[in-house]
Nanobody, 125 residues
Framework: QVQLVESGGGLVQAGGSLRLSCAASGRTSNYYVMAWFRQAPGKEREFVTGIRWSTGTTYYADSAKGRFTISRDNAKNTVYLQMNSLNPEDTAVYYC??????????????????WGQGTQVTVSS
């Protein structure tokens, strides 16, 4: 089992920044991809960004490119999501996910076996 605990959400004005953290514990693996998804009210959960633990390869949704940065701290088993230039459309619950994800499958919800509880991000206009 793997436990994922997110933190760092909150309320921010448009144009502002937030950094989310996801601490992993339990039977983690270097073969995992750790990712961030988000779900806005009334919408489906969508992929935001991910990082392949073994290689450091990163993946970004188009909506995140140029504004969001995913990074990792191997020693702390923690993944970070730095979000800049936030806008109201970024308002959502952000979820951390982990799993043994095949190449090309990183945007699929079903590819991840472990999920955090989510953290709310609200961007005011």
């Amino acid at each position: 089992q793997v436990q994922l605990v997110e933190s760092g959400g909150g309320l921010v004005q448009a144009g502002g920044s937030l950094r989310l953290s996801c601490a992993a514990s339990g039977r983690t693996s270097n073969y995992y991809v750790m990712a961030w998804f988000r779900q806005a009210p009334g919408k489906e959960r969508e992929f935001v960004t991910g990082i392949r633990w073994s290689t450091g390869t990163t993946y970004y949704a188009d909506s995140a490119k140029g504004r969001f940065t995913i990074s990792r701290d191997n020693a702390k088993n923690t993944v970070y999501l730095q979000m800049n230039s936030l806008n109201p459309e970024d308002t959502a619950v952000y979820y951390c996910a982990a799993g043994t994800v095949n190449y090309g499958q990183h945007t699929r919800l079903g590819a991840y076996g472990y999920w955090g509880q989510g953290t709310q991000v609200t961007v005011s206009s």
